[in-house]
């Protein structure tokens, strides 16, 4: 039976709408070769909606997130909007929006492929090979607790409140024991639980739900050591689950251990099916306009989202694949091309992409 899909297109600032433009296209070549349609409604979110609209996440942008099977978002932000109080910038939107869908759980690969080994700033024996997913808490802890700010007859005083409740570190978990249960079946939990009370609670919410998942092999590590062990030696870990403020530092540092920021995907997941689906990096306002942006990173997040919210897993895998096979031709953007010549545009790239699709969806 045929299959229908809304997708709430969110391109934001800066390169997103480049970007954007590119998966679509993507998700229109997978329409060709799936019984499956996809509709498209778009919406602003960040810079875009706080000068068309007034406020970084229009009401109506919500409405339509929430009528939709899934959002698609290409990146907000921009130096225009830099100095603007905290209601009014673009990032207050993005925090926004993943309170007001429950998008808790941030799912984050890390892979580095063969042919990419060259564009690491570490030594090949460290990153060849390296095939991990970071799972991130979204919508708790410091980044969402209490903000204070005071004056006293010493100076300023500011606090950040960090807390979590049990059912919060339950579902997060529970998440990533399914994830890792689909991958290397090995799963890190990172936390300070020699010094913070909500690492404690964490630790022993993950020992009792770990009984649910024998087959799951669970490890604790204190997050300064994972820091340093992510850099020395990579390949230990499979997937690893932590909070939010640990999860932002140690998923853009993984994230590093690929090469370049520009190929690297993301999904945020509430409960059931539904995801908001978005590259790592954010809006390059340093290249948007040039049409050099490399867009593997947001195709990669709409293949997240055949995968997480479609269940369309072999024509995710077909956008894997064909990415894969493109790279491994030797085609680069310019953020991953050894000289400025040998770079192709935005479009090229999406364009080689669409074709290797075809080539591996028939060959699958
Ligand atoms: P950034 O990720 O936008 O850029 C960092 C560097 O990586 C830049 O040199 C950029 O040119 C390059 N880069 C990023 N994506 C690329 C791509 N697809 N292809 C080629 N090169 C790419 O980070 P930044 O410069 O720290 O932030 C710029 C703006 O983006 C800021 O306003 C920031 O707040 C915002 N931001 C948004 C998000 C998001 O929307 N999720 C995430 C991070 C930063």
């Given at each position: 039976?045929?299959?229908?899909?809304?997708?709430?297109?969110?391109?934001?600032?800066?390169?997103?709408?480049?970007?954007?433009?590119?998966?679509?296209?993507?998700?229109?070549?997978?329409?060709?070769?799936?019984?499956?349609?996809?509709?498209?409604?778009?919406?602003?979110?960040?810079?875009?909606?706080?000068?068309?609209?007034?406020?970084?996440?229009?009401?109506?942008?919500?409405?339509?997130?929430?009528?939709?099977?899934?959002?698609?978002?290409?990146?907000?932000?921009?130096?225009?909007?830099?100095?603007?109080?905290?209601?009014?910038?673009?990032?207050?939107?993005?925090?926004?929006?993943?309170?007001?869908?429950?998008?808790?759980?941030?799912?984050?690969?890390?892979?580095m492929?063969d042919?990419?080994v060259?564009?690491s700033?570490l030594k090949e024996e460290v990153v060849r090979g390296v095939?991990?997913?970071?799972?991130?808490?979204?919508?708790?802890?410091?980044?969402?607790?209490?903000?204070?700010?005071?004056?006293?007859?010493?100076?300023?005083?500011?606090?950040?409140?960090?807390?979590?409740?049990?059912?919060?570190?339950?579902?997060?978990?529970?998440?990533?024991?399914?994830?890792?249960?689909?991958?290397?079946?090995?799963?890190?939990?990172?936390?300070?639980?020699?010094?913070?009370?909500?690492?404690?609670?964490?630790?022993?919410?993950?020992?009792?739900?770990?009984?649910?998942?024998?087959?799951?092999?669970?490890?604790?590590?204190?997050?300064?050591?994972?820091?340093?062990?992510?850099?020395r030696w990579p390949k230990?870990?499979?997937?690893?689950?932590?909070?939010?403020?640990?999860?932002?530092?140690?998923?853009?540092?993984?994230?590093?251990?690929?090469?370049?920021?520009?190929?690297?995907?993301?999904?945020?997941?509430?409960?059931?099916?539904?995801?908001?689906?978005?590259?790592?990096?954010?809006?390059?306002?340093?290249?948007?306009?040039?049409?050099?942006?490399?867009?593997?990173?947001?195709?990669?997040?709409?293949?997240?989202?055949?995968?997480?919210?479609?269940?369309?897993?072999?024509?995710?895998?077909?956008?894997?694949?064909?990415?894969?096979?493109?790279?491994?031709?030797?085609?680069?953007?310019?953020?991953?091309?050894?000289?400025?010549?040998?770079?192709?545009?935005?479009?090229?790239?999406?364009?080689?992409?669409?074709?290797?699709?075809?080539?591996?969806?028939?060959?699958?």
């Amino acid at each position: 039976m045929s299959q229908t899909f809304t997708i709430t297109v969110l391109p934001g600032d800066g390169i997103g709408p480049e970007v954007i433009e590119q998966a679509i296209h993507v998700l229109k070549a997978v329409e060709k070769l799936e019984d499956v349609t996809f509709t498209f409604e778009y919406a602003r979110l960040g810079g875009c909606a706080i000068d068309e609209d007034g406020t970084p996440l229009p009401e109506e942008t919500l409405e339509k997130a929430r009528r939709s099977d899934a959002v698609l978002l290409g990146a907000v932000g921009g130096p225009k909007w830099d100095n603007n109080p905290a209601h009014l910038r673009p990032e207050t939107g993005l925090l926004g929006i993943r309170k007001a869908l429950g998008l808790y759980a941030n799912l984050r690969p890390a892979f580095m492929l063969d042919c990419m080994v060259e564009v690491s700033a570490l030594k090949e024996e460290v990153v060849r090979g390296v095939d991990l997913m970071v799972i991130r808490e979204l919508t708790g802890g410091l980044y969402f607790g209490e903000k204070k700010r005071y004056k006293t007859e010493n100076g300023e005083v500011a606090s950040d409140e960090l807390i979590y409740h049990e059912y919060e570190i339950e579902r997060i978990v529970r998440r990533a024991f399914e994830v890792a249960r689909l991958r290397g079946k090995k799963l890190t939990s990172v936390d300070k639980a020699n010094v913070l009370e909500s690492s404690r609670l964490w630790r022993k919410v993950v020992d009792r739900v770990a009984h649910d998942y024998p087959d799951v092999e669970l490890r604790h590590q204190l997050v300064d050591s994972c820091a340093m062990e992510l850099l020395r030696w990579p390949k230990q870990f499979d997937t690893i689950v932590t909070e939010n403020m640990f999860g932002d530092i140690l998923s853009d540092e993984a994230s590093m251990l690929t090469g370049s920021i520009g190929m690297l995907p993301s999904a945020s997941l509430a409960d059931g099916n539904f995801g908001l689906y978005e590259p790592v990096h954010g809006s390059a306002p340093d290249i948007a306009g040039k049409g050099i942006a490399n867009p593997t990173a947001t195709i990669l997040s709409a293949a997240m989202m055949l995968k997480y919210s479609f269940g369309m897993e072999r024509a995710a895998n077909a956008v894997e694949k064909a990415v894969h096979k493109v790279l491994n031709s030797g085609v680069r953007t310019a953020d991953i091309a050894k000289s400025k010549e040998e770079a192709v545009s935005t479009k090229e790239m999406a364009d080689k992409i669409i074709a290797a699709m075809h080539e591996v969806y028939v060959q699958a």
